[in-house]
């Protein structure tokens, strides 16, 4: 357990069921049957210096609890209170995380989401219940990543998944920077004013406003997320940013073909321009053909694939993961997130969870372990769990 | 380290182009756009004030330091644009180390003719926050520490203030939403009613509604400071009934010195003490007068200072001139229906109309000389450590969680 975390929960600076409905929420640890990569000791050892000596990044997360029984998860977003999962956080190895908030479910005020309003009610709050505890840290640059780390701490970063709340209003980029937003996809898997998601059928390309957003989130200083875009728009993006861009939580399609998972021109032109590559563990999408069954070792030959085509130097880790049922949640978000599109492809086995990486703190410890199983270097190691991020945020962020 | 403050050249939205990316208005210098005055003192004086500037954090409970147009026909332009540009240069050569922020309060038309829209507060404070986060002299201050912090390294802590309730409309979960985004203190309403309660300019206030005890108790839960300086005497009264913490009203002056609204009552202010509350002295242009000095200047906000002072004690009064960079007077005529400048001018006597506070026209200005003012009229090395921070931080304790 992280020493930083001294037993705070969610929202309980307020009186559940007086100021706001409480819901049973989900185990933060042990929810399913946990599992470990088994480890010889000598690995184990290794295991434990990495951690302590490696600042670890995940570069795409939602560390949130859902309730225990997710069909309360629609009446639990409109109450426009996701409860971070401190305990849970505290069991991981993460010194960062990268809090993508409430993203496609992001319906408290409508039924599609991604209202402006919405978005800034959900960071509001969750930066408000983040004021009343000490164990994560509000991160708006460099320093909070070096700070956490040293007191046993995570920074805890806002990500928007989608510029969609943008609308046409360019400084909304600086007011989000300002409200304390520091990376930001172009858009979610539908299009918007920006570009084309990932969905469409036909992908029209970053449009003149997407052109203009990019120049503003370069100045601003806004890290860029593509995972969820078409490939031009991706494509498109990658060439106007005068800043490396990241896509955050992806897999390749030339082992799994879909269209969530992205194309080798795409990862290199993404590693050519300096970017990072964080690799996906949502359940039902790093799948390949060795592995029809979404687990570990599906997600790790995403890694290994894409590490070989791009080089150690330009990937990373964004497992996408949250602390609750993320399969029950696709089922019922499955329209808001475009899931079956997404998804379509060959057949593959359901999973009720991600063997190794059913959660944020599971998936940080078992990418280490699996990393070691497999003899990666030290400096290897480093690079991939945090140093490469860190290399690109240098450029990025003021 | 009041002085010295470690200024880096920046100069606000820097990190974007002029004239490309926002629309560039012409400002006057932050300090110096009129003659500066400064109260004399004699050589031992002069040293004591900078000794004093340096050894005690000086906390300014209200104010807006940010640059106004030259031409004051542009405001509704410069307004609408949605960017105030705070003046960091103008700033580094105050005395402060700590400054409450008010943001655009009744000029937030950035969006709509009369202001306080939802959106257009989280705009302004977004985006004041997002050029703050581009240079390093100004820290936000999200705690009593940051003002520490600030006053050691040479640096301000800015605290985001909002300094009406309006725009919560009936969500209470807006006040946390707020506190997230680094709001600290709120007012219950401006000088217009709310849906929390009856603002100042009110011929009835029928005091604090069911919807603003809410508000009050979640403020209190949350940690953030309640700000009672544009509310009416019965609302004000039953917030500091109301509240668990101490309240401040962080810029206001004696109606027994000037009988106008936008002062308060002995009995308030006697209540906000009781409570452990702190009241901030004003200066904003034609408020703060007497009888004695019918031409606003620091000598007639000195004597509400003393005047409440004597009433209440030294532990309970402190500063927050609300004062600007540019002409605040013109401001004033420009906005006067949005900030309902006849109902909270109207005053015991005639007086005479000023182009700006003598003493107190910006936040620098007034940082100086209020430290000049005490020392010149011998006030202890412990009684200015009060008044300059000691009591608001002392009601801070209490109420930031």
């Not at chain 1, 300002?178 to 930001?184: E, S, T």
């Not at chain 1, 970053?206 to 860029?224: D, S």
């Not at chain 1, 009720?352 to 990486?357: E, F, H, R, S, T």
Request: charged share 25%; hydrophobic share 35%; proline share 3%.
């Amino acid at each position: 357990m992280k020493k930083g975390y001294k037993g705070y929960k969610a929202y309980q600076y307020l009186e559940k069921d007086i100021d706001y409905k409480g819901f049973e929420l989900a185990k933060e640890v042990d929810r399913v049957e946990p599992y470990l990569i088994p480890l010889n000791p000598e690995d184990e050892k290794r295991v434990e210096n990495i951690i302590k000596n490696n600042i670890v990044i995940s570069l795409h997360d939602h560390p949130i609890i859902t309730p225990a029984n997710i069909n309360e998860l629609m009446d639990y977003e409109r109450e426009g209170r996701e409860c971070t999962a401190y305990e849970g956080l505290a069991h991981s190895c993460l010194d960062v995380v990268f809090d993508n908030m409430m993203d496609g479910t992001c319906i408290i005020g409508s039924k599609a989401g991604w209202k402006w309003n919405d978005v800034i009610h959900d960071m509001g709050i969750r930066s408000c219940d983040i004021a009343h505890q000490d164990f994560l840290i509000k991160g708006s640059d460099l320093d909070d990543i070096y700070k956490a780390k040293s007191e046993e701490k995570i920074a805890w970063f806002i990500s928007l998944e989608s510029a969609t709340m943008i609308e046409n209003e360019l400084d909304r980029i600086d007011i989000l920077y300002g409200l304390g937003a520091r990376m930001m996809g172009i858009t979610y898997s539908e299009s918007n004013c920006l570009g084309s998601g990932l969905k469409e059928k036909n992908d029209g390309g970053l449009t003149a406003f997407g052109r203009q957003a990019v120049e503003r989130m370069n100045k601003v200083g806004m890290a860029i997320d593509v995972s969820h875009s078409g490939d031009k728009t991706t494509m498109d993006t990658i060439k106007v940013s005068s800043k490396p861009v990241f896509i955050t939580h992806i897999g390749a399609r030339a082992l799994w073909n879909m269209k969530r998972l992205k194309p080798d021109d795409v990862f290199k032109a993404c590693a050519d321009k300096g970017g990072v590559i964080g690799i996906e563990a949502a359940p039902h999408t790093t799948i390949t053909k060795k592995h029809p069954r979404h687990d570990i070792e599906s997600y790790m030959e995403h890694f290994e694939y894409i590490k070989d085509l791009v080089g150690i130097d330009h990937v990373a880790f964004g497992p996408d993961a949250l602390f609750g049922d993320h399969v029950g949640l696709h089922n019922l978000f499955s329209s808001n997130m475009s899931i079956a599109e997404n998804t379509a492809g060959q057949s593959f086995d359901k999973v009720d969870y991600v063997k190794g990486l059913e959660n944020p703190a599971e998936a940080s410890h078992n990418i280490v372990r699996w990393l070691v199983k497999h003899g990666y270097s030290d400096e290897d190691i480093a690079k991939v769990l945090g140093k490469n991020i860190i290399r690109v945020l240098k450029e990025i962020w003021y | 380290m009041g002085l010295n403050k470690k200024y880096d050249g920046y100069v606000a939205y820097q990190y974007l182009e002029k004239d490309k990316d926002y629309k560039g208005f012409k400002y006057p210098k932050g300090v110096g756009r009129v003659e500066e005055y400064y109260i004399p003192l004699n050589e031992e004086q002069e040293k004591r004030v900078l000794d004093i500037a340096e050894k005690y954090i000086f906390i300014s409970l209200h104010e807006h330091p940010v640059l106004f147009p030259e031409d004051l026909s542009q405001l509704p332009e410069y307004i609408r644009e949605g960017r105030q540009p705070a003046d960091y240069e103008a700033l580094s050569k105050s005395y402060l180390d700590v400054v409450f922020d008010n943001m655009m309060d009744g000029v937030c038309t950035i969006s709509s003719k009369n202001g306080w829209k939802w959106n257009d507060v989280l705009h302004d404070l977004g985006m004041r926050l997002c050029d703050l986060a581009h240079q390093s002299m100004v820290i936000r201050c999200e705690k009593v520490e940051d003002m520490i912090r600030a006053h050691k390294e040479g640096k301000i802590a800015l605290v985001p203030v909002i300094e009406g309730a309006a725009m919560l409309e009936n969500e209470v979960d807006r006040v946390d939403i707020l506190y997230g985004f680094g709001v600290r203190m709120m007012g219950i309403t401006y000088s217009e009613s709310n849906s929390l309660g009856s603002g100042l300019k009110e011929k009835n206030d029928g005091g604090l509604t069911a919807l603003g005890y809410k508000v009050v108790e979640r403020m209190n839960k949350v940690g953030m400071a309640i700000d009672c300086s544009h509310v009416g005497d019965k609302t004000t009264m039953d917030v500091i009934n109301a509240s668990t913490k101490p309240i401040f009203l962080s810029h206001c002056g004696a109606r027994s010195l000037w009988n106008s609204r936008r002062l308060k009552p002995d009995d308030v202010i006697k209540a906000c003490a009781d409570k452990g509350g702190v009241i901030g002295i004003e200066a904003a242009p034609h408020t703060t007068l007497t009888i004695n000095n019918t031409q606003h200047s620091i000598e007639s906000f000195m004597e509400h200072f003393e005047y409440i002072k004597d009433m209440v004690g030294i532990d309970h009064v402190a500063f927050g001139p609300d004062t600007l960079y540019g002409d605040h007077v013109g401001l004033h005529r420009t906005f006067a229906s949005n900030l309902s400048i006849k109902s909270a001018h109207e005053g015991s006597a005639e007086f005479e109309e000023v182009e700006y506070v003598k003493g107190l026209e910006n936040p620098t200005e007034a940082s100086i000389n209020i430290v000049r003012w005490l020392v010149k009229h011998n006030y202890s090395d412990q009684d200015i450590e009060k008044v300059l921070g000691g009591n608001t931080i002392r009601a801070l304790k209490e109420i930031w969680v």
